[in-house]
């Protein structure tokens, strides 16, 4: 199969290439589409056959339920099966944008999109060519991340092309994703809230919004609630080495007999002439710095972890998981 890349950027275009891709996906094909924080492996919600295609293209364990993406609010509450206050508040507050929230689904909603579980999850992307195709298909669109199980999330169509070449009719290609990490995915039952994984939208900001507290999971209790944060993601094939502090950073750089890539955050004013090696890193590049380490067969990665990274919780949470064997 020949992988067609459509440039969304091109206005004369935009049209035509929207329509090709609805008309992909309403006859049961795959499409990857950009979001604002990583590009989606899309199909509408009431094609089983497309889901089948998606769970086997990225080897990804069934288990692992799918996020539903919708163009409106109203089309959203129309998958939960009520909509209680405190749901209708990070709806207006947050969305479009960076949440998905996992909450009791509508009846109907078929199992091979939440893998047999009586909650969805939920968002509206604030992508335009995300929202214009869910509104053009007239229907959801489920995806999970357009990477291999595994891999480091794309946020480029150059990513999803490097996974899945030959494999997928269609990718829409809308450049560089603005985020760059997944939404922040909240569990809302009722009036109670958890963190199931952190995103850019910050817990201060939520718990504003919302004006009371939320439960944020141990990291154990997680895999519990949210079936994907069980699994080892988002990992390149160097070693991943954390440090704290920028002098241990350079000891272990100079010590290293391997091809060693560095990563600082992007508070450090400055990198030094003679690393060549070194990248700045922040939520937006930092999964495509995995992909270069790997394309360019880089043996370890230090990233140096400072005060700015930690505050950043989705961000740490992906170095983290990438570093953890
Ligand atoms: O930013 C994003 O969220 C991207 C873009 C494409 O929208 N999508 C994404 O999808 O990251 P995925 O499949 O890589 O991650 C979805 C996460 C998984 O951790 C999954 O376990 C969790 O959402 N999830 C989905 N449905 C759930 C449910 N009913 N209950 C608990 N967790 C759920
Ligand atoms: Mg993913």
Redesign the pocket.
Known sequence: METVVLDMSVQNSYDKNLSFATDLLTKGNIVAFP????????GIISKEETFNQIYSLKG?PLD????V?CSTVEQLYSLCFSVSTVLKKLVSSFMPG?L?V?TK?AVGIPNY???G?D???L?I?SNKV?LDLIERVGEPIA?????ISGKP?PTAAKHVFDDFNGRIPLILDDGQCE?G???T?L?VEDQFVSL??P?TISIEIIETVLQSKINIPTEKSVPT?????K?RHYSPNAIITLVYTGKEAVIKAEKSSEKVMILLPEEISYIEDNYSNAFYYSEKNIYSLFRKADSENYSEIIIFVDQSTIEKMGLYNRIKKASSK
């Open positions: 979001t604002e924080t990583v590009y989606g492996l899309g990804r692992n339920p799918l996020i993406h960076p998905t996992v689904k999109i939440t893998s579980l909650t969805v999850a968002r992307p995300a995806a999970p991340s357009a990477n999330s985020i990490i997944e939404s995915v569990f199931l994984r995103g609630l949210s079936p994907g944060m699994y």
